[in-house]
């Protein structure tokens, strides 16, 4: 009866000694990451009179601006105009993913006016890791 109940005592301590052996191992070189982030803003301004950019901050701190198209013309939406941002965005993650960057996270918001205006803008930002 004894052994019976010794045998799976010792396979329980047997698993949790190897546990905490490899199960929390540490890294043995810390990890220098760099990071590089792309913000897209678009703005909803009837009439083509807002402004739209796209932002990076490479990881040097160096700040790049590109002009984007409004989403809205003089005639209202403009397909064109966002068919033209999607290619300047796809370029711009195809020609840093071919660099060795990594997209890591995206997040996208968005800040619509109220019923006293009618101003707005979509906001995208693309973080990449190296």
């Known amino acids: 009866m004894k ?26 070189e810390p990890v220098n ?5 792309i913000t ?14 796209m932002i990076s901050i490479d990881d040097q701190g160096k700040m790049e601006e590109t002009k984007m198209k409004n989403f809205f013309s003089m005639a209202g939406i403009n397909f ?3 068919r ?19 997209l890591y996270d995206v997040t996208s918001g ?3 006016g109220n019923e006293n205006n009618s101003t707005g803008i979509f906001i995208t930002r693309y973080l990449f890791k190296k």
């Open 33 to 37: 990451a760099r990071w590089l982030q």
């Open 3 to 28: 052994k019976k109940f010794y045998y799976p005592v010792f396979i329980i301590i047997m698993l949790l000694g190897i546990l905490t052996t490899y199960g929390f191992k540490q890294d043995d």
């Open 84 to 102: 033209q941002n999607d290619l300047s965005i796809t370029t711009k993650i195809q020609e840093l993913t071919s660099e060795g960057w990594e």
């Open 40 to 53: 897209a803003v678009e703005s909803v301004v009837p009439g083509g009179i807002g402004r739209s950019r």
């Open 80 to 82: 064109g105009n966002i």
């Open 110 to 112: 968005v800040f619509s």
